[in-house]
């Protein structure tokens, strides 16, 4: 598929999206084009093809190890692909060194939330803005205004915090870079169902105010519910594509990954 | 040792546990970023002391130099022993380090690595400087400048206790309220994630051995202002302060510090309690007694965790 073709409209997309929900035409942001990507003599990636448009939240799902995460690392620049393309706005940016892809504007808020255990929520919020001279005060105050728990504990060890206010702290570290496209990974991960929603409920909130969203997620049913489009992966490879509310009701995506049927 | 003598060795005692602090900052420093014992730091601490002894003996050739003169000698000293620990880091991170970390080599070569570059740097001072003991002029020939329940302080004392205290202080406010400071803490604490926020760990990495390098040279010089400089004086000293650092809890700043402090203490007062054979041994018999009780040093944790 060449790339100025779809320019514009969602190859998938944009078919359903008259029937469905309204998925505007969009301006691609992101492209994943034939990745393939190696953990020494292990092939994680296989030729992964993903596209990101402005504005959108696009749901990646797939079991343990299907390549999820090796994707988001790919992106931001953890992991260098050995064949194919990352592009951002039409420019390749494979192989660019992590710190040089967050002033990209892509935010990466990483599994397992890695916020710095020894320093306190405040400082953790100001590593997030490492890429700036100094610290945004007015994107300081929205993070605190999207998580006031995190404004509770501004002087709190983040090491000390529970694991939904941790996750908490890594979305809002991410923004702190203000990133235009921000990668989650499994946000959701070992927290009560209560508290997902709540941060799901926030991720469209984040989305509503004009960040773009990757979201990687096990739990596909709220992933979907909340994006608009959605790719599933298997071993390394996308089996399957498209708007999020066709997925949802995809009676293999029903089997597969909702745990219905078999 | 009587009670009216404690004094005598309290205050060598800190003077030498100032200087054992500020080179067990380097390792720490070190060991906080690549979680790798830099042992080439004491060769760092030999070349701050080489440095100063022949920009001194450049600058002033005579043995004795006045007052004035002295002082002038001690700033060019702290100087030069500065920029050349600061180089000699710097080059050995490029060197030494840094091909193994583009190659993902296991810790034991960097182990060897660091083995090899300390006995390399070693015998180049041996050859270019000689492998006979040397000195650095006496300055302020020993003055005392004031005297404590009847214990006399000379200049040079009180000299390196202050320049140390400074360069701590000085560390301290660097790692916790500068924006290079919380680069070292996050990539100390996750490198991997630190990159993600845009942090450029090479550089961070880089400047941590600068900063670490420019603190042990001038140890070197300090301690060259009372002892005999040779091309293996790093060795002692060095395994000294990272006992100290490994007291205090390995990574740890204010760690590295305490233990300093102690070890230095605890030697000084050593020779006079069990004898002058026993000093080395007390220093690494405190080493053994924590670490039996607290393996992972007294404040035992990673570098950014109270730091």
Known sequence: ?262 | MQPDEILDYLIPGIMLGALYAVIAIGYTLVYGVLQLINFAHSEVFMVGAYSALLALTWIDPSTNPTALVSVLLVAAGLAVSGTAGAATAFALEKVAYRPLRRRNAPRLAFLISAIGASYFLQNLAGKLFGRDSRALPTLFENKKVFSVFGTQVTILQLLIVCAAVLMMVGLDYLVNRTKLGSGIRAVAQDAETAGLMGVDIDKVISRTFIIGGFMGGIAGFLFGLHLQLSFTMGFLPGITAFAAAVVGGVGNIRGAMMGGMLLGIVESFSSPIFGESWRYVSAFAVLVLVLMFRPTGILGERLGRSA
């Open chain 1, 1 to 262: 598929m060449s790339a100025a073709d779809a320019a514009g409209a969602d190859a998938v997309g944009v078919a359903e999206s008259a029937a469905g929900t309204a998925v505007p035409p969009r301006k691609k942001m992101l492209e994943l084009d034939d990745l393939h990507v190696f953990y020494g003599a292990i092939q994680a990636l296989k030729g992964v093809h993903i596209e990101v448009n402005e504005g959108e939240i696009v749901a990646l799902l797939g079991a343990n190890g299907a390549g999820k995460t090796t994707t988001l690392r790919t992106i931001s620049g953890l992991l260098t692909p050995r064949e194919g393309e990352v592009r951002w706005r039409g420019e390749r940016i494979d192989g660019v060194p992590a710190h040089h892809v967050v002033g990209l504007g892509i935010g990466h808020s990483p599994e397992g939330r890695r916020v710095f255990p020894a320093m306190t929520v405040t400082e953790n919020l100001n590593m997030g803005a490492y890429r700036f001279k100094s610290v945004p005060k007015a994107e300081l105050d929205r993070v605190f205004e999207l998580f006031p728990r995190l404004a509770e504990r501004r002087e709190q060890l983040a090491g000390t915090l529970s694991g939904g206010e941790q996750q908490m702290l890594a979305i809002g570290r991410a923004l702190m870079g203000q990133p235009k496209l921000l990668l989650l990974d499994e946000p959701s991960m070992g927290l009560a169902p209560l508290i997902v929603a709540q941060i799901f409920e926030i991720i469209r909130e984040i989305n509503e105010q004009g960040t773009t969203v990757l979201l990687v997620e096990q739990n596909a049913a709220q992933a979907l519910r909340l994006a608009h489009r959605g790719y599933a992966l298997e071993t390394g490879s996308v089996v399957l594509s498209g708007p999020a509310d066709r997925l949802l009701s995809d009676p293999k995506v029903r089997e597969a990954y909702l745990g219905e049927g078999a």
